[in-house]
């Protein structure tokens, strides 16, 4: 009789772990991927989209509900649930019999049945259910109880592509489940019954009534009449959507706890259509922002465009990703580069006059020339001429510095781009540029590779030009909004204003503004600091408010000292007018700026006595002349149609001595003579040539040119 027993109480076990063994549970069925979902600080959600299986879910299970409603629930589903092993044995027997006197049906699934059920779903059928009884078992040996429900409250159905408890109140309440009332949350408890016959659309009232029975049977009379007379409104909310373009840029991200300040978010974009609506006529008809918190690594504001759905304007285009040309958003790099390699500091004068680098001849915007002028001048006037000679001559130029910022950014090698890269020869994102502006704002270290590529001394000299620049181009605006805050600025445009820029930053946030058109058309009459910066200081002036001052702060190993006016030499004996300025090292490379037209044009100038008195002198004697033309390594193919001795070659050489004679040797064979900066035209042979021009001071330069 024992042995009977004890083998009726066994036979149990052994076919369940036999029927486990060949048919276990997958228990990855039970977590189904969340939706991607961007969180603001406060928990408040700020985007949402469909989970890769197509539904809206929130994966928070049991731990961020209310104990009150996790009760309730438990009591309304499966009051034994912390008791039974899955299965709630009494509860079937009582449901067998009920359903077998009684024509209204009752069921007996308890919660892990429930949860068996909707990881495997069946035709509803005695055969289903034991296998659901199977599975729930199955599930009490995976999982913890908490565990199970949190399942139930993540995949629970609550009509259409709605899962979760956490999803449908969102969508039908537009809260936070710990906000919901009792009454809107005694709803929800309901509505996975049968969520398309009780959704709020059809027949919301049925599932009111059977929450009001359950309420009845579980609360004093004084509560239940209460909570039976509580209205709610319940009703299918769109889904939060506020950030498609950086939901975009985090791709596979599912959660994101992010910095999104949503009340400045509203507020730059209504300031961005304003703008283009003022501004449409002359072509602008896209604009995009990013605010970033380079102390916390955080964005604070990502606009890729002003409307993500406006399909006209190509708003779901994003302008913070979009690859354009900087214009001349990266000559403070440059700046700051030199002042650390020793070549200026920020009151030194520097010459601005039209240059030749190999065969590129730059221009300013404005087309003009301005001589003598200071590296702050030089800054904030934006000279291409001065940024460009100064990016020659550095060790570590333009080229390698964004190589160390924007690793990725450059897909050429650096002969490729030459020295148009200073004035937007290179195309990178708005995000670019903050990246190139956070090396300036966090004291000369890169964001992403913490890398210090700018000493802290130049970081700040330059942040400090570019604020004085901020003050000086809106001093009307800044005067009204009385703010006192220093940040540093820099507008740029780039070829035919088809890209209006400004960046500014101060000690923790950085600031990038674009406008232009997603087509790549000119605009008309506009420019980086008529357009883009206006919307640039409302929302410095927004930042200012809100989040207080961050002043630069003046690092160590900056000092005084009194520097020259008189000519482009920074140091130089008999100076008549010095004026103070900081420095950051007494290495002076000074001499290392001089070429042949800064020479020519200090003699134009009776400046000459300048390089005398400086320590360039014998740089000056020995520097070799400048072939203009033609250029080295040029390919010259003559043309068939053409008689040869009509098919000469321009020679044209310039010596530091103005009206010098020079001498021209074609392969080691002198051919002619000519003087400095006159125009010679000669006839060359078919072939490779070895061209060279010789001063009176015999000091030579060559070419290498080839001829067919």
């Known amino acids: ?154 995949i629970a159905p609550y009509g259409g592509n709605i899962e979760g408890i956490h999803t449908a109140s969102q969508f039908y309440f537009n809260k936070h489940i710990d906000k919901l009332s009792f009454s809107e949350f005694g709803y929800l408890m309901v509505l996975p019954k049968n969520p398309e016959k009780y959704k709020p659309s059809k027949s919301m009232f049925k599932a009111i009534n059977i929450r009001n029975k359950f309420y009845k049977k579980t609360f004093l009379r004084e509560k239940f009449n209460k909570l039976k007379n509580e209205k709610i409104f319940a009703k299918r909310h769109s889904r939060i959507a506020l950030l498609p373009h950086y939901s975009n840029y985090l791709k596979n991200e599912t959660v994101t706890f992010s910095k999104i300040d949503i009340d400045l978010q509203k507020i730059i974009q209504y300031k961005l259509k304003k703008t283009i609506e003022t501004h449409n006529n002359k072509g602008i008809n896209n604009g995009a922002c990013i605010v970033y918190d380079h102390i916390n690594k955080k964005v604070i504001v990502w606009l890729g465009s002003q409307n993500f759905h406006d399909k006209k304007s190509f708003g779901q285009n994003d302008g913070v990703l979009a690859k354009r040309s900087p214009g001349s958003t990266l000559k403070p790099l440059i700046y700051a580069a030199a002042i650390d390699e020793g070549l200026i500091s920020p009151k030194q004068l520097l010459l601005d006059i039209p240059m030749q680098y190999q065969n590129y001849t730059p221009k300013n915007f404005d087309s003009k020339f301005y001589g003598l002028v200071s590296v702050k001048e030089a800054l904030n006037l934006s000279l291409n001429i001065p940024a460009i000679d100064l990016n020659t001559k550095l060790n570590t130029d333009l080229y390698d510095l964004l190589s160390l910022i924007l690793p990725k950014a450059l897909k050429r090698d650096k002969s490729y781009y030459g020295q148009s890269i200073v004035l937007g020869g290179a195309s990178l994102s708005l995000f670019d540029l903050v990246k190139v502006y956070g090396v300036l704002a966090n004291q000369g270290i890169t964001l992403d590779s913490k890398q210090s590529i700018i000493t802290r001394q130049a970081s700040y000299l330059i942040s400090n030009i570019l604020s004085e620049n901020f003050k000086g181009n809106l001093s009307s605006h800044w005067q009204s909004k009385k703010i006192s805050s220093k940040f540093a600025f820099k507008t740029g445009t780039s070829a035919n204003r088809r890209d209006l820029w400004t960046l500014a930053y101060n000690n923790r946030f950085i600031v990038g503004v674009w406008f232009g058109d997603f087509r790549g058309r000119k605009t008309k009459n506009t420019s980086g600091l008529s357009i883009s910066s206006e919307v640039s200081f409302e929302i410095i002036s927004k930042l200012v408010q809100k989040y207080g001052q961050y002043p630069f702060i003046k690092p160590k190993g900056i000092f005084k000292s009194k520097v020259c006016q008189d000519s482009i030499f920074r140091f130089q004996n008999n100076c008549k007018q010095k004026v103070e300025d900081n420095l950051i090292s007494i290495k002076n490379n000074q001499c290392k700026l001089l070429s042949i037209e800064k020479l020519i044009y200090l003699q134009q100038n009776n400046l000459t006595k300048s390089i005398q008195n400086s320590n360039c002198l014998d740089s000056f004697k020995n520097h070799p002349p400048k072939i203009l033309s033609p250029l080295n390594n040029t390919h010259i193919i003559k043309s068939k149609l053409v008689l040869e001795k009509y098919q000469k070659t321009l020679l044209k050489c310039i010596s530091t001595k103005s009206e010098s004679k020079i001498y021209w040797f074609l392969n080691s064979k002198l051919i002619a003579q000519s003087i400095s900066g006159i125009d010679l035209f000669y006839t060359l042979a078919n072939g490779k040539h070895t061209i060279t021009c010789l001063d009176e001071n015999s000091i030579k330069s060559e070419v290498f040119v080839e001829v067919e």
């Open 1 to 154: 009789m024992k042995k009977a027993i004890l083998l009726i109480i066994i036979t149990p076990f052994l076919l369940f772990f036999t029927f486990n063994f060949f048919y276990p549970l997958n228990r990855f069925l039970a977590f189904r991927p969340s939706s991607k979902i961007i969180y603001s600080n406060n928990f408040q959600i700020l985007h949402m989209e469909r989970s890769h299986d197509g539904f809206f879910r929130i994966n928070l299970g049991a731990k961020n509900i209310p104990k009150k409603f996790i009760d309730s629930l438990i009591l309304f589903e499966d009051q034994y649930f912390f008791y039974h092993f899955g299965v709630n044995p009494f509860s079937i027997i009582r449901a067998l019999l009920h359903n077998i006197f009684f024509n209204k049906r009752i069921g007996a699934s308890t919660i892990s049945m429930q949860v068996a059920r909707m990881i495997e779903k069946r035709e509803r059928s005695y055969h289903s259910k034991i296998i659901e009884c199977f599975r729930a078992i199955q599930l009490e040996l995976l999982f913890s109880k908490s565990e199970i429900l949190s399942i139930y409250l993540n």
